[in-house]
C-alpha cells in the first residue's frame, strides 16, 4: 500500500496544550498537504508544503518537512476545543498531471475544554 | 474559498439498486476530479480520478463496472454505485482541481451511503 503512516493513531490533550502530530510516507513527493476532518463531514484544507521547503505557518498551524526521512509534522499551538477533529497528511507525488493525493492514516485529535 | 457541493448528502436504498452521487464544483472549473471512500474511524482511498470528456482512470482493486463514472461538463462529475449491496455503504467524498491554480484540491462535504 502506498498510504502513509500517521501517528499518534489518537492524542487527547487538554486546551491550551500543543498538539503535535507526524506523518511518514514512502514515495518521493512534489508537496505534502494536511487536512482536518469533523466527524462525518468533508475534508478542509490546512496548509501545503513543498519538498523543496522544510517549514511553514499558517496561524497556529507550523508543518515541518523532512524529505530525507520522508517525513513530516504538523503542530498546533495553544489548542482549543474547536480543534477537536482527525486530522490527515497526504502527499501529491512528482510527474503525472493528475496531482493525485495519497491519504495517510489520520490522528484523532480530542481537546478537552 | 473555492466550494465543492455533493449531492445528495445522505442516500439509504435498498441492496440491488444503483444509486448516483453528484458532485459540483460551484465557483470554478474543474478538469480533475477525484473520488474518494472512508470507511468509520478510516482514512480516505482514493477510488478513481475523474477527466473531463474522457474515461475515468480506476486505482488498483476499483471495479469499473461497479462504480461508473461520468465527467460530463468542467463543473460535474457523478459516481453510480450500481447494483448495491451492504459492503458499499461507507462515506464517498468528491474533490475537485481547480484548472487555473496547479496544486489546490477542494473537497466536497460527502455522501454518506447506507445499502440495507
Known amino acids: 500500500s502506498q498510504q502513509g503512516e500517521e501517528d499518534p493513531q489518537a492524542l487527547s490533550i487538554q486546551e491550551g496544550e500543543n498538539a503535535t502530530m507526524n506523518c511518514s510516507y514512502k514515495?518521493?513527493?512534489?508537496?505534502l498537504q494536511w487536512y482536518r476532518q469533523n466527524s462525518g463531514r468533508g475534508l478542509v484544507h490546512l496548509i501545503l508544503i513543498r519538498s523543496n521547503e522544510r517549514e511553514k505557518h499558517s496561524g497556529r498551524l507550523r508543518v515541518t518537512l523532512d524529505t530525507s526521512k520522508k517525513s513530516s509534522s504538523l503542530l498546533i499551538t495553544a489548542s482549543r476545543a474547536a480543534d477537536t477533529a482527525s486530522y490527515f497528511c497526504?502527499?501529491?507525488?512528482?510527474?503525472?498531471?493528475?496531482?493525485?493525493?495519497?491519504f495517510g492514516t489520520g490522528t484523532l485529535l480530542a481537546v478537552q475544554p | 474559498g473555492a466550494v465543492v457541493s455533493q449531492h445528495p448528502s445522505r442516500v439509504i436504498c435498498k441492496s440491488g439498486t444503483s444509486v448516483k452521487i453528484e458532485c459540483r464544483s460551484l465557483?470554478?472549473?474543474?478538469?480533475?476530479m477525484f473520488w474518494y471512500r472512508q470507511f468509520p474511524k478510516k482514512s480516505l482511498m482514493l477510488m478513481a480520478t475523474?477527466?473531463?470528456?474522457?474515461?475515468?482512470?480506476?486505482e488498483q482493486g476499483v471495479e469499473k463496472d461497479k462504480f461508473l463514472i461520468n465527467h460530463a461538463s468542467l463543473t460535474l462529475s457523478t459516481l453510480t454505485v450500481t447494483s448495491a449491496h451492504p459492503e458499499d455503504s461507507s462515506f464517498y467524498i468528491c474533490?475537485?482541481?481547480?484548472?487555473?491554480?496547479?496544486?489546490?484540491?477542494?473537497f466536497g462535504p460527502g455522501t454518506r451511503l447506507t445499502v440495507l
Open positions: 465557483d470554478f472549473q474543474a478538469t480533475t
Open positions: 497526504a502527499t501529491a507525488a512528482y510527474g503525472g498531471a493528475t496531482n493525485k493525493l495519497i
Open positions: 474533490s475537485a482541481k481547480d484548472f487555473s491554480r496547479t496544486d489546490t484540491q477542494y
Open positions: 475523474s477527466n473531463e470528456g474522457s474515461k475515468a482512470t480506476y
Open positions: 514515495t518521493s513527493i512534489n508537496n
